[in-house]
């Protein structure tokens, strides 16, 4: 796919070419913009049939994607199993598009920021592209998972002494400091990310209700945009609701959707280390697909999210995250009309 470069607050653009995320006017998050019609000849369940929808690029095809949608024990409950990519997270679906960029641009450093599944997928795709990868990690972030990225994966770790938001800001200002390429949750990402939406309509075109867990709210604002495109070129008649889920410790963009103001940024407090997510990135974009899909917004506590980890051990032998399960919490909570796909976004734990 041919693309601009787009940036999310001042408007300014950029060819394809610009070997950046950031505007570099006013730091603002450079959104991919294709410069032609998007045309799919049909949806399948594998992520690399979906490469003309990806920005141009040299993508080397490594297994991912194509993951299960499990009809669940509750009659119109479907489980979408993220945690069968590589490294058991959606997250890997967006770090194969920005490593391949960075190897593009000519970079030998990926950075980002990550509470864990992050840095655990991005330090993956770094090592197997041949390029070093430097991770900031907030106070929140899984330790055992942050050791195991150090000593599989050969990352650099940088702790920090704050939440992700803190992690981020870091991470910016070491991507400009060492000339590395800044990964994480950004307009490359997206475009990743935006198959897992794809993948489902592929497989059950009639869905009514998709609930994703939001962080950074990345993913949400993905999904939204693959329903907009699929629409676009008539694959699909009308959006389905996306639903927001949320730590209800954490929930910063439940909160804009419900007071119908602005996201505004909160202290995490909640176990749930995947959504410990105080200030979330694409956050006023998610109320927006809210509002556009009307949609809902669903806060789930950390004791639920536990509860349901473990029903859902016992139930199908899969090891989740708290944050993975979230969304099926959330369809207890709110029982959705119609056929519904609960997103399970990882599966990083071990905890048994």
Not at 19 to 44: F, H, Y
Not at 232 to 248: K, N, T, Y
Not at 286 to 315: N, W
Request: charged share 25%; with cysteine; proline share 4%.
């Amino acid at each position: 796919m041919r693309y601009l470069l787009k940036c999310h607050a001042c408007g300014k653009q950029y060819s394809m070419f610009f070997p950046r995320q950031l505007c570099d006017n006013c730091e603002g998050i450079l959104d991919v913009a294709g410069t032609g019609d998007l045309k799919l000849p049909s949806l399948k369940k594998d992520f690399w049939s979906y490469e003309p929808a990806l920005p141009d690029g040299e993508y080397r095809h490594y297994k991912l994607g194509g993951t299960t949608l499990l009809p669940a024990r509750e009659s119109g409950l479907f489980l979408k199993l993220e945690n069968e990519n590589p490294t058991k997270s959606f997250k890997d679906r967006g770090s194969v598009v920005e490593v391949a960029k960075a190897l593009e641009y000519g970079y030998d450093e990926v950075v980002c920021a990550s509470t864990g599944n992050m840095a655990y997928s991005l330090a993956y795709y770094a090592k197997l592209g041949g390029v070093r990868a430097t991770v900031f990690v907030s106070r929140n972030a899984n330790w055992l998972k942050i050791r195991d990225i150090h000593e599989t994966h050969d990352a650099k770790i940088v702790k920090v002494d704050g939440d992700f938001t803190e992690a981020q800001r870091r991470a910016i200002a070491y991507s400009k400091r060492r000339e590395a390429f800044l990964g994480g949750d950004y307009g490359y990402r997206k475009e990743g990310q935006k198959t897992l939406a794809y993948e489902i309509l592929a497989e059950l075109p009639g869905v009514r209700n998709i609930l994703v867990p939001v962080g950074n709210a990345t993913l949400f604002s993905a999904t939204y945009k693959a329903l907009t495109e699929l629409k676009s070129m008539g694959l699909i008649a009308e959006l389905p609701r996306l639903v927001a889920v949320q730590a209800s410790r954490t929930n910063p963009v439940v909160l804009a959707y419900k007071k119908r103001q602005k996201v505004k940024y909160q202290r995490p407090l909640t176990d749930a280390g995947a959504i410990a997510v105080g200030f979330p990135t694409y956050g006023d974009d998610a109320v927006g697909a809210i509002h556009a899909t009307q949609g809902g917004a669903v806060e789930v506590s950390d004791k639920e999210m536990e509860e349901e980890r473990t029903a859902f051990y016992r139930e199908y032998g899969l090891q989740i995250e708290m944050a993975g399960v979230a969304s099926v919490a959330a369809f207890r909570k709110t029982a959705p009309k119609g056929d519904t796909v609960a997103v399970i976004s990882g599966g990083n734990t071990l905890k048994p």
